[in-house]
């Protein structure tokens, strides 16, 4: 089945720090979409990438959806302490709103 | 604005019992779907309904199942539970049915015993 990579599984950065996330897929998605987790807490959406090439940016958070369609990217940049916690990428590639997520990037920020 | 809510928010079962978690949508929203997430990974596509019909099934077993009801809230059953069907159940909704941009719930987390 489709699987999204996601790795390392841990990062820990400094306060103020810029940060790249990379998710790659062995198949093409129609949409890429990147969530954050909070502990307790269900996902909630950070940005939504509706077209190959597109580049996004929401405030401090900037994503790209990759030309093959295969990857996308997200940058936090000047990382704060609210900025901890796991984030998913997720492809959605039918007419139905299945997402396909991957296993999160788990984000610490050192004060 | 009342966000998905769902219930119950912890649950213990032992093995083969049967469960029912039940989430409502928030208002207006006409698609939920359900997603299964174990410690340490991402959610996993259960289910998704829309105007009370099954749109979309992920690769789960029978004994999972789901109803979406006139009001758009919706329930998962889960028969004969597991030892692995230990995980966090989320609901998530959405205005329409082919949209990726979800609203998620904050899960029912379910330990099966």
């Known amino acids: 089945g489709q699987q999204l990579n996601q790795s390392p599984q841990s990062m820990f950065i400094q306060e103020g720090e810029d940060v790249s996330m990379n998710c790659t897929s062995s198949?093409?998605?129609?949409?890429w979409l990147w969530y954050k987790q909070d502990p307790g807490e269900g996902p909630v959406l950070l940005i939504a990438l509706y077209k190959a090439g597109e580049l996004t940016s929401n405030g401090r958070l900037t994503a790209q959806f990759g030309i093959t369609r295969k990857d996308s990217f997200l940058n936090i940049s000047a990382s704060i302490p609210s900025d901890v916690g796991i984030y998913f990428c997720?492809?959605?590639?039918?007419?139905?709103?299945?997402?396909?997520f991957g296993k999160g990037i788990t984000l610490s920020v050192r004060p | 604005d009342a966000g998905v809510t769902q219930s119950p928010t912890h649950l213990i079962k032992t093995r083969g019992q049967h469960v029912t978690l039940r989430c409502s949508p928030i208002?207006?929203?006409?698609?939920v779907s359900w997603y299964q997430q174990v410690l340490g990974q991402g959610p996993q596509f259960i289910f998704q309904?829309?105007?009370?019909?099954?749109?979309g099934r992920g690769n789960f077993p029978d004994r999972f199942s789901a109803r979406q009801f006139p009001n758009y809230s919706s329930e998962l059953n889960v028969n004969a539970l597991l030892l692995g069907d230990s995980a966090l159940y989320l609901c998530?909704?959405?205005?329409?049915?082919?949209?990726?941009?979800?609203?998620f719930g904050e899960g029912s987390r379910l330990t099966v015993l």
């Open positions: 198949s093409i998605f129609n949409t």
């Open positions: 997720a492809g959605q590639g039918g007419a139905n709103s299945k997402l396909t």
């Open positions: 998530a909704s959405s205005w329409d049915r082919a949209t990726g941009e979800l609203f």
């Open positions: 208002s207006g929203h006409k698609s």
């Open positions: 309904y829309y105007e009370k019909e099954e749109r």
